[in-house]
């Protein structure tokens, strides 16, 4: 869905990073402990587990409190008509919640573009939001990669403009989310178009796929997760979208995010992952937000160089 972008050098890295954690601060929503839904709480495996809760870093246990980073982003992330917290990450937070003991209090941090600063900078133990691991990432913070993602194009329903592939996106005007692996994408095939990709950047995902609908954007190039999701299940005003199915593009984890001085807290969410897809938890919550086929069934991390490039 999303992924790291290469800061600028030297001074002008400093100031850019400094710029982006005062506004992302600013754009925060407020933490929310994050309870199981009957649904979760019923799942397999989704009890206290004393083996686990003693791997936790020693800060964390005393306060039996973690802060964790996150994005909206359906269906990984999002909120429902009421407000409240829900989707992939949400049920997993909850449910890992529960096996460690620990409350998780989850945030907002109001758009992609302030996952990565949101560890960088100390402020949160981790991230659970749907980012696409690359080695560029991994050279910054730990990736956990707990689900599979690709990569495809959305049009309005109907695709009237016919798109097909990312050449066709030449001269066509696109919405993509602030510095992500989509807009680095886009960015690489409007240089080799002959009439460039009229780029739209974009800070929210939600703001991104309404611009697609009410015709500000001819398409977007995002995740596949979110746009099977979104095509499935239409929000928003203005006319629905569609995702492209034949269109699969860098094919690759989405992770969670740690620091990288900090190896017990994320072998220790490495290790619950696990607990949870073995009991058959994990896979639960991920067909009920309708991506099973997204699944994973070994929990690893900082992986991307495994994966296939596009």
Not at 25 to 30: F, I, L, S
Not at 191 to 207: E, R
Request: glycine share 8%; net charge neutral; aromatic share 4%.
């Amino acid at each position: 869905m999303r992924s790291f972008k290469k800061s600028l050098k030297g001074g002008l890295a400093g100031i850019a990073f400094a710029l982006l954690s005062t506004s992302a601060h600013a754009a925060e929503g407020t933490a929310i402990k994050m309870v199981p839904d009957a649904d979760v709480a019923k799942l397999p495996g989704i009890a206290f587990n004393q083996t686990l809760s003693d791997r936790l870093p020693a800060a964390i246990k005393d306060k039996k409190a973690i802060k964790v980073a996150t994005d909206l982003t359906p269906p990984i992330s999002f909120q429902d008509e009421g407000g409240k917290l829900i989707g992939i990450d949400a049920d997993i937070a909850a449910a890992l919640g529960v096996i460690l003991g620990i409350d998780v209090q989850m945030t907002n941090v109001g758009a992609g573009a302030a996952i990565v600063p949101a560890v960088l900078s100390k402020r949160f133990d981790m991230t659970i939001s749907g980012i696409n691991d690359d080695v560029e990432l991994e050279k910054q913070v730990d990736v956990i990669d707990y689900m599979f993602d690709a990569t495809t194009i959305m049009t309005i329903k109907g695709n009237p403009l016919g798109i097909k592939s990312m050449e066709d996106l030449c001269g066509k005007k696109v919405a993509v989310p602030v510095g992500t692996f989509q807009a680095r994408l886009v960015e690489a095939a409007s240089a080799k178009c002959s009439t460039p990709v009229n780029i739209m950047s974009i800070p929210k995902m939600p703001d991104v796929l309404q611009a697609v609908r009410t015709g500000r954007a001819d398409a977007t190039v995002n995740g596949y997760a979110t746009s099977v999701y979104t095509t499935a299940n239409q929000t928003g005003k203005g006319v629905g979208l569609q995702a492209l199915p034949d269109v699969r593009l860098a094919v690759g984890y989405l992770g969670m995010l740690t620091s990288k001085d900090n190896p017990d807290l994320r072998d220790t969410f490495i290790a619950s992952l696990q607990h949870m897809v073995d009991s058959g938890a994990y896979k639960a919550i991920m067909e009920k937000w309708g991506l099973g086929p997204l699944a994973v069934t070994t929990v690893k991390f900082n992986d991307a160089a495994s994966m296939p490039v596009n």
